[in-house]
Nanobody, 115 residues
Framework: QVQLVESGGGSVQVGGSLTLTCAASGSIEPLRDMGWFRQAPGKNREMVAL???????NLGNSVRGRFSITRDDAKDTIYLQMTSLRHEDTAMYYC?????????WGQGTQVTVSS
């Protein structure tokens, strides 16, 4: 079973920056894909950023140009660098990693952007 542990959330002012970290453990094989999703109150969960082993990535439309995702393959750890944060980025951010047809999720880390 894969365990995903997020860290780095917090409160930040509009225009500020934060970096989220997700460390995976417990997998008996390398994780091919990992990523970040977020969910704001009353809204559906949306994809923020995905990254594959080797570095290929995809960013959600709402964060492209402001967020970036990187990965340390040796550690199965991913990082979400968030800049130019906006009120609408306020959400619970979840780490995601599928393996053997099963989706694995972290417990989430809250990001709050205020004026």
């Amino acid at each position: 079973q894969v365990q995903l542990v997020e860290s780095g959330g917090g409160s930040v002012q509009v225009g500020g920056s934060l970096t989220l970290t997700c460390a995976a453990s417990g997998s008996i094989e390398p994780l091919r894909d990992m990523g970040w999703f977020r969910q704001a109150p009353g809204k559906n969960r949306e994809m923020v950023a995905l990254v594959s082993r080797g570095g290929g990535y995809n960013l959600g439309n709402s964060v492209r140009g402001r967020f970036s995702i990187t990965r340390d393959d040796a550690k199965d750890t991913i990082y979400l660098q968030m800049t130019s944060l906006r009120h609408e980025d306020t959400a619970m951010y979840y780490c995601w990693a599928p393996l053997s047809g099963r989706e694995n999720w972290g417990q989430g880390t809250q990001v709050t952007v205020s004026s």
